[in-house]
Structure formats: C-alpha cells, structure tokens
C-alpha cells in the first residue's frame, strides 16, 4: 500500500521559513492533484494550497505571496513557508489525487511561536 511520507516541519519564530516536502513510499501513476492541507487545534481541516497536474496552482487567500507549492520530476511535492505567522500553526497534511485514490499523509506538525 502506497504511503505519503512528509518531511520538515518544527518549531518557528515568526516570520522564519520552513519547508515542507512529501513523496510517496513507491511510483504513483496518473497523478491528478498535489496539495498542502493543516489543521489548526479546535478548527477544520482547510486547503492552503494545491497543484492541478498539468495545470494551476491554487493558494487560499491568507498564504497568497508567502506559500509556494512546487513538484519536481521524481513526484516530490514542496510548500515553501515564508514569513510565517503564528496562525500558521497547525498540523500539515500532503494530500494527493491519483487514479481514483485519495491519499494522505501522516500529518506534520508547524509551530510558529517566539
């Protein structure tokens, strides 16, 4: 059964960066869509950003100029946090859409605090 396994999250003072990284544990074939979900404690789990393969990508409104989600060619899918606030802080799932599966992955925890 094929696994997301996310990579870089931590502890960050406001206004740091990190990046997040997720790949799958094996080649995933007909790869729809890529993304970024958190959850904050006490809220919903929310969409911050996503890229339609051969496509768009697509940020909500509070990370737009500080967030950019990237994929390169071995299926590794990036979200580059910049200026990062302290309602950043949630836990951070990979979310892909491949071949009629929904895949996510264990969940990656960002702390922004000073």
């Known amino acids: 059964q094929v696994q997301l396994v996310e990579s870089g999250g931590g502890l960050v003072q406001p206004g740091g960066s990190l990046r997040l990284s997720c790949a799958a544990s094996?080649?995933?074939?007909?790869?729809?869509?890529m993304g970024w979900y958190r959850q904050a404690p006490g809220k919903e789990r929310e969409l911050v950003a996503r890229?339609?393969?051969?496509?768009?990508t697509h940020y909500r409104d509070s990370v737009k100029g500080r967030f950019t989600i990237s994929r390169d060619i071995k299926n590794t899918v990036v979200l580059q946090m910049n200026s990062l606030k302290p309602e950043d802080t949630a836990v951070y799932y990979c979310?892909?859409?491949?071949?009629?599966?929904?895949?996510w992955g264990q969940g990656t925890l960002v702390t922004v605090s000073s």
């Open positions: 890229i339609i393969v051969g496509g768009s």
């Open positions: 094996r080649s995933i074939f007909n790869i729809n869509l």
């Open positions: 979310h892909w859409s491949a071949g009629g599966l929904e895949l």
